[in-house]
């Protein structure tokens, strides 16, 4: 079981996606969104290799991947074997730009 680690730009918009969510969708579509995204994180631990190949991201080490949330938005991520560790790179909304995906990467 590896463990699950979330850089603080994961946490920043993960916080940002609660109280955005609550404030403009209602409490219980947050929790919903908060409850996936503790699912998909758990799923993570599990099987580190279960989502796509993020395909923005192909010719960058390490090897990114990501898993989605829902229509809107996905998990970025790479998993580094040797320490049994998936690093939460981002949570991305995919209506953005997706040059600014490969951007924000960069910047890190």
């Known amino acids: 079981m590896a463990v699950v680690k979330l850089t603080e730009r994961a946490k920043a918009v993960r916080k940002e996606l609660y109280v955005r969510g609550a404030t403009e969708y209602g409490t219980f ?12 994180t758990d799923a993570l631990s599990l099987f580190p290799g279960m989502g796509f ?17 829902n229509k809107r938005f996905k998990i970025i991520y790479w998993y580094n074997e040797a320490n049994d560790m998936v690093v939460i790179e981002d949570i991305w909304d995919t209506r953005r730009a997706p040059q600014n995906l490969i951007k924000r990467i960069n910047n890190k």
Do not use: D, G, N, V
């Open 53 to 69: 190949r993020e395909p923005l991201l192909e010719k960058r080490t390490p090897i990114y991947r990501a898993t989605l949330i």
């Open 29 to 40: 579509t947050a929790l919903k969104m908060a409850r996936k995204i503790e699912s998909l």
